[in-house]
């Protein structure tokens, strides 16, 4: 796990997006405090899909507009987003275990 913190402070100097940041935190907070109570459950499941929300569409628009070869950062950017998208939604879709 601390790898994974290691590599998330350098997730969070490359980029500096304080959503990428607060995503991040939910997940080292799941992490290591996996038991959710109950009532917060349904406000972590809408903040959490409004960041996976977020950077679904920055993703697209790194892909669209600001596309850069492999390596670019406009590159990394575009894979980090749509890997959070899609990683995000699936917490959420695990996460809605939790709420019902």
């Known amino acids: 796990m601390v790898d994974e913190i290691t ?4 997730l969070k100097e ?12 939910y997940v080292v907070k799941l992490i290591a405090v ?9 406000p972590l ?15 697209r628009y790194y ?3 600001s596309t850069g070869k492999t390596g670019t950062p406009e ?5 980090l987003y749509k890997t959070m998208n899609d990683e995000l939604d699936n917490l959420v879709a695990a996460l ?5």
Not at 14 to 25: F, G, I, N, T, V
Not at 36 to 42: C, Y
């Open 75 to 79: 590159n990394k950017r575009k894979n």
């Open 63 to 65: 892909e669209t507009f």
């Open 45 to 59: 499941i809408v903040k959490l899909q409004a960041l996976s929300a977020k950077f679904g569409v920055m993703g």
């Open 96 to 100: 809605k275990y939790l709420h019902r």
């Open 7 to 10: 590599e998330f402070n350098a």
């Open 14 to 25: 490359e980029l500096k997006d304080p959503e990428l940041d607060a995503a991040l935190e």
């Open 34 to 42: 996996p038991d959710v109570a109950q009532v917060k459950v349904g």
